[in-house]
């Protein structure tokens, strides 16, 4: 049977394929014998032909031939194809992001002391299918197929089995193993653009003047950070920065070089308000979908007088269209929330924080240990989003555990009141992002939709 390998805990680790049940039944044993292909039944039906017309001796001494193929064919198969000794493994490099390929790689290792020959994989999922064939696998030897798999969905994505056929030596017999024991892996939402200086200045308003007197602080300088060096003059570089001394030594223009300050720490809440459940609207868009289809084909083969028909799916469109709607919205919210964590979490020295409101409850989750953001990741593949959010036991929560000192970003699918409880719970300021709302372009673009199976 095919050895198990322990499966790592990092996603971009090598993940082990299940091996089949031991056979212990009759039926079992008949399935993993060599079975005829197509050219093999075509092949012994000429054969079967050929045999009946005994009046020539030469005919029957070809179809006497022929069954002798098939048959080394079949006791080649049965006594050197060993297919449930082949260890199979299956990894991913690095994390998978909706909308952005990845490469998968499948490993087949032969540990026998026989060669294997004429081997062909077959992987397969719902949105992929891979098709490889090695044509000599030496005993102790190992070959890994590498192909590039994008997936438009973010959630789990299961692969349905793994088939390993081999066909040695003439192909008129066929052995196959299946695995089907599904594998998965967690599509994490998509990436998008960050308008970083807008956001800033979202998350860090300018104080609201006091009629107070103020005592006037002197001038400081503009520059981003602190000093550490100087480098030669390039366009664009402010004239404050230029280093006098130096310019006057060097006789060429030189500027200070400053050390980049590192980003403030972020608190990201995200709040996925759907006006029904999130299931019920992916079943419904699923169904409008499937009857939109069905009256666009019976349009094209109507012609003109599918004009009334034509009319109501226009209606239908509309339909799909209020539906799709808050399904997109929550897409863009949860990428919004997605590139939020990744972006702040390149940065060295912040600490980030996520939380997640939906119907299955409130949860908080901050960075930490080897896989870092990753979990925060999966946390928002799996959101679901609802109608009957628990707001409050979600400022609860907030209130109750330790936050980094940063600021606060609400991602929402409508105008929450989130923000504003949050901002009066935890005494500082809050800044909502409603993904339903035009100007939220200014700060954020993806490409993110919503898939519908």
Not at 104 to 131: A, K, Y
Not at 335 to 350: D, E, F, K, N, R
């Amino acid at each position: 049977m095919l050895k198990t390998v322990e499966p790592a805990s990092t996603l971009s680790a090598v993940e082990r394929l299940a091996a089949p049940p031991a056979v212990r039944s009759w039926s079992d044993i008949l399935r993993q014998l060599p079975r005829p292909t197509q050219e093999g039944i075509i092949w012994m039906v000429l054969a079967t032909f050929l045999m009946f017309l005994r009046a020539f001796n030469l005919v029957t001494l070809i179809a006497s031939f022929m069954f002798g193929a098939a048959l080394i064919n079949w006791l080649a198969l049965l006594m050197r194809s060993r297919l449930g000794q082949l260890v199979v493994r299956r990894s991913h490099d690095g994390p998978v992001f909706a909308d952005q390929p990845c490469l998968v790689g499948i490993e087949v290792t032969n540990p026998t002391q026989w060669t294997q020959v004429g081997l062909g994989f077959r992987d397969e999922g719902s949105r992929h299918e891979h098709v490889w064939g090695i044509p000599i696998l030496w005993a102790g030897e190992s070959r890994t197929s590498w192909f590039q798999l994008s997936l438009p969905r973010r959630g789990v994505y299961r692969w349905f089995k793994l088939e390993l056929t081999c066909r040695y030596p003439f192909g008129l017999f066929r052995r196959r193993v299946r695995l089907d024991q599904p594998h998965e892996v967690i599509v994490l939402p998509s990436l998008g653009e960050l308008h970083r200086g807008r956001l800033r200045q979202l998350m860090n308003p300018p104080p609201r003047p006091t009629p107070q007197p103020r005592r006037r602080l002197s001038r400081r300088s503009l520059a981003p950070a602190d000093f550490y060096g100087v480098r030669d003059f390039r366009p664009g570089d402010s004239p404050r920065w230029i280093h006098w001394r130096t310019t006057a030594r060097m006789g060429t223009p030189m500027v200070r070089e400053f050390e980049e300050t590192p980003l403030e720490h972020l608190l990201v809440v995200v709040d996925p308000w759907l006006p029904d459940s999130g299931r019920l609207l992916r079943e419904r868009c699923r169904d409008l979908e499937e009857v939109r289809q069905q009256e666009k084909e019976s349009v094209e083969k109507l012609g003109e007088r599918g004009a009334a028909m034509r009319r109501r799916r226009e209606g239908g469109d509309e339909a799909l269209t209020s539906v799709q709607a808050p399904l997109e919205n929550l897409e863009r919210a949860l990428s919004l929330a997605a590139t939020l964590c990744w972006t702040w979490h390149q940065q060295v020295g912040t600490d980030l924080a996520l939380a997640v409101v939906d119907e299955k409850g409130a949860s908080v989750e901050f960075t930490g240990g080897v896989r870092g953001v990753i979990p925060l990741l999966e946390t928002l593949a799996r959101v679901e989003g609802g109608r009957n959010l628990d707001i409050d036991d979600l400022v609860d929560r907030l209130t109750e555990s330790w936050l980094p000192q940063g600021a606060i970003v609400v991602v929402s699918t409508r105008s929450s009141p989130l923000a504003d409880l949050l901002g009066a719970a935890l005494r500082r300021s809050a800044a909502l992002l409603d993904v339903s709302d035009p100007i939220s372009h200014e700060y954020f673009r993806t490409s993110a939709r919503a898939w519908v199976d």
